[in-house]
């Protein structure tokens, strides 16, 4: 029987580079995945493909919207879906094989198939166990249905669809529902409306985005308004029937109870994801899960069955790649009897439409129930000559900064790459800076992160261009 000291089972962003940061900390390692490729969710899934779906679709944006305006003539071009599809995919290839390529450059053995844990310090992948001096979990997360209502994905038929059909439909609908107006749901109607579809987006709550910035949220909902995205909010939706071609959403306004139906040619549902724990025996084992089907953990990512660790989406906390990454790799620094560490107060998220939409740490919101008192540093991207060349002056920074100590508690960004600018606070935030070190920095002219920098002046004597 095999021996490993850390057998990972999952091969996504949590997974694999627990993995590979085991083994560059001398253990023997493998990783159990059940797909095909490696790389999870976010590389077959979730972020890669849907990244590359959302730059084709910005360039076509671009080409029929900006390029007029720049003097650039001609004809626009037009939607071969195929080709669009078939770069996604080689999008994908080239990165589930970029983790094949690290797996054997760093020596982690890569067991393929579905891995149970028959018991504590066994793991057992078809008809072999193995044994694993410590087994970590991180097996993700799969969709989650509509709460309270009755509705059937079936990605294959391509009407009634999930995420991982969206990323793959067999032609651009005419007209696309999408049920819930969180993060994947803008994405991918984004994505489905500059290639030519009529979207229309059903969410239960009066805003889009739960738990963004509350300025952000309505100036999201404006500029994607404006985009040409039909939102039509406080709506529960109570089904969704199909037929070959078509399906109806029916739906109750919460302001007044009334029912009222939408039909389209496709409905996407986006109403969040939950953890995946099915055929790992975690039952038998008797490891503890929380309330909503999460895997318990404790600060070190230990469950409570000896040995056995879990992290990524199956546990508590945002459900983003780069949180699952940064856990893989604490985890493992753990197991090789280091100090791992995550400092969950800065975990950016970003939402990757035009504009994005980046946040990190404190919303006001937040801030106000914990009775902290904090200053506002915000600045418009309208101040920003690079921004406004490239028809970007839309959205703004907004810094929030302790009122005493001056110290950075969070940030908030819808602008043009808003994904990247927000990392300049967070290495702020690491560091414990305050709004006055951002803005005695020297900024680069003429950047998009200006716009940063002036935000923070914004919280001692004033924005400059402002
Ligand atoms: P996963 O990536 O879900 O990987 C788990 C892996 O474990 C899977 O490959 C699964 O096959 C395997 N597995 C499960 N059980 C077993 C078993 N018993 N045996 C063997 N293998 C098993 N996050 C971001 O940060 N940025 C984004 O832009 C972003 N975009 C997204 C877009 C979409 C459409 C979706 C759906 C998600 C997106 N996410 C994004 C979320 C991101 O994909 C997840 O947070 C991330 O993949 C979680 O990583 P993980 O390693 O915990 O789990």
Redesign the pocket.
């Known amino acids: 029987m095999s021996q490993y000291d850390v057998i990972v ?7 694999y580079v627990a993995a590979i940061r085991a083994a560059q900390l001398g253990l023997k390692t493998a990783c ?4 095909e490729t490696l790389g ?3 590389l077959n ?3 890669i493909p ?2 590359a779906l959302l730059h084709a679709s910005h360039q076509l944006h671009e080409a029929e919207h900006n390029f007029a305006k720049m003097g650039l003539k001609g004809k626009t071009p037009s939607v071969d879906w195929k080709q669009m599809l078939s770069y996604k995919d080689d999008v994908i290839g080239q990165n589930t094989k970029g983790i094949e390529f690290l797996f054997k450059k760093n020596k982690v053995e890569w067991l393929k198939g ?3 844990i028959p018991e504590a310090g066994k793991v057992k992948v078809g008809d072999d166990v193995y044994e694993a001096k410590n087994i970590l979990i ?4 799969e969709v989650a249905s509509v709460p309270g209502a009755d509705v059937t994905v079936d990605n294959d038929k391509g009407v009634v669809v999930d ?1 991982t059909g969206a990323l793959a439909l067999p032609k651009i609908p005419k007209k696309m529902i999408v049920i819930g107006a969180g993060v ?1 749901g803008l994405e991918m109607g984004s994505v489905y409306k500059r290639l030519g579809a009529e979207v229309q987006v059903i969410e239960f709550l009066d805003h889009v985005t739960p738990g963004m910035d509350a300025e952000v949220q309505k100036q999201f909902q404006k500029i994607l308004t404006k985009q040409g995205l039909e939102f039509t909010m406080g709506a529960a939706v109570s089904k969704v029937e199909a037929t070959a071609n078509k399906a109806t959403v029916t739906y109750t306004l919460r302001k007044d109870e009334s029912e009222h139906t939408a039909e389209a040619d496709v409905v996407l549902v986006a109403t969040g ?1 939950k953890p ?1 724990t099915d ?2 025996g975690l039952d038998a084992l008797g490891i503890e899960m929380t309330k909503r089907g999460q895997i318990a953990v404790n600060d070190a990512w230990k469950t409570n069955v000896d040995g056995i660790y879990a992290i ?3 546990v508590e906390g945002p ?4 949180k ?1 990454e940064d856990e893989g790799m604490a985890a493992a620094e753990v197991i090789a009897g280091k100090h791992g560490h995550v400092n969950y107060n800065v975990i950016p998220s970003v939402i ?1 439409t035009t504009p994005e939409v980046a946040a990190v740490g404190k919303t006001e919101a937040q801030l106000k129930e914990e009775g902290k008192a904090y200053k506002v540093g915000k600045f418009s991207f309208m101040g920003n000559g690079r921004a406004k060349a490239m028809f970007q002056g839309e959205g703004f920074v907004k810094l929030l900064a302790d009122k005493d100590t001056d110290r950075i508690l969070g940030c908030h960004i819808i602008g043009p790459m808003a994904g990247d600018l927000i990392h300049e606070i967070c290495v702020g935030m690491e560091f414990g800076a305050s709004a006055e070190d951002i803005a005695l920095t020297c900024h680069a002219h003429p950047t998009f992160s200006e716009a940063v920098r002036e935000a923070a002046l914004a919280c001692g004597d004033g924005a400059i261009h402002a």
């Open positions: 089972i999952g091969g996504g962003p949590g997974g159990v995945e059940g797909r999870g969710t976010c899934v979730g972020c849907s990244k579905w891995g149970s991180a097996s993700g997360s995420s994947i994801r995946f055929g790992l990524g989406d199956v459900m983003l790649a780069h699952a990757y």
